[in-house]
């Protein structure tokens, strides 16, 4: 479990299909602001596979990381845990 707070990045997809993850965020840091509970993995529901438990988090991404606007606004995106890493090494700030 990633603890709300910690400062995650995106993992980019390794293949290409139906995914529950918005091309805008991927390869980007944000904070955890929170994780729901464990859900059945959408995108392996819409393969027509077994689904996996996932954990499903909101992110926080600044808006300026996303888009290069300076703005105080963030943009909050409900992300599986697969597509998440720890990255301790980022500054970001919301």
Known sequence: MIPTGSRVRV???KR???LRLPNY???KCGIVVCCYSIYPCAEDIAEMRPPRS???YAVA???????????????VVDLYEHWLERDDSSKVEL
């Open 16 to 18: 290409p299909g139906h």
């Open 11 to 13: 993992r980019k997809p």
């Open 25 to 27: 965020v991927v390869e």
């Open 54 to 56: 996932q954990r499903l």
């Open 61 to 75: 991404f600044d808006v300026e990381t996303l888009w290069g606007n300076s703005s105080v606004d963030s943009v």
